[in-house]
């Protein structure tokens, strides 16, 4: 699906990222793995809610004080699509900085900071026979903006990601919900294994590099 010629994928700058937050807020409100590791029996929506918008925000400043991709789509200059990738040997591990664990226990508390970071340690070592890989942690479109093609058009942009990481065997990601693997499946990604956290269930899909990519960078 063709898009109109303002729209433009690029970079986030620092001025962007309040923005990105709410649109990865919106996108995973109803995600059933956020809300069975953040939502404690006793909480409540409030209290939720509360938890997902500190664990964004902590995320995404992570992904900027490492150096991550935080790719946007723009149209003109209004953000309406957010991707947020991380390389497997990027210094930002599955324990985060300490400071990120620190204020994510303060907000979210202890027992879900752990259940956040076994979770990625978990999906981590499904990995690790990839080698170097990159791992999209968030995508997000804005709700006003579904259903235009959006989507697709940032996923393709993060083919060229992969294509300029030399060493890059492909990229990941991990999905709950059906309509998210069909999203992702439309692109090449491939069941790589099925995960469960918790009640959670999901699975953790892989597109491979191209070959041709692969032969050309160990040519280069």
Not at 58 to 87: R, Y
């Amino acid at each position: 699906m063709s898009l109109a010629v303002d729209y433009s994928v690029k970079y986030l700058s620092p001025e962007d990222l309040n923005v990105a937050a709410s649109l990865i807020y919106q996108a995973y409100h109803d995600d059933p793995l956020m809300q069975e590791l953040l939502k404690a029996d006793k909480d409540s929506q409030q209290q939720y809610e509360k938890k997902l918008r500190a664990l964004i925000r902590e995320e995404l400043h992570t992904f900027w004080q490492a150096k991550q991709p935080l790719i946007g789509l723009f149209d003109g200059e209004s953000l309406q699509a957010i991707a947020c990738v991380f390389s497997s040997d990027a210094s930002m591990q599955a324990q985060r900085y300490w400071h990120w664990r620190l204020k994510l226990m303060m907000s979210a508390g202890y027992l879900t900071t752990q259940q956040l970071i076994d979770k990625e340690q978990t999906i981590r070592n499904a990995l690790q026979t990839m080698g170097h890989y990159l791992f999209v942690a968030f995508i997000a479109v804005s709700p006003h903006h579904q259903r235009k093609g959006l989507g697709h058009y940032l996923l393709n942009s993060l083919d060229t990601l992969v294509k300029e990481d030399n060493e890059a065997s492909g990229i990941a990601v991990f999905v709950t919900q059906a309509p998210h693997q069909d999203f992702f499946a439309s692109h090449g990604f491939e069941v790589l294994q099925s995960l469960q956290f918790s009640k959670v269930s999901g699975e953790l899909l892989f597109k491979h590099r191209p070959a041709a990519n692969i032969q050309e960078a160990g040519n280069g």
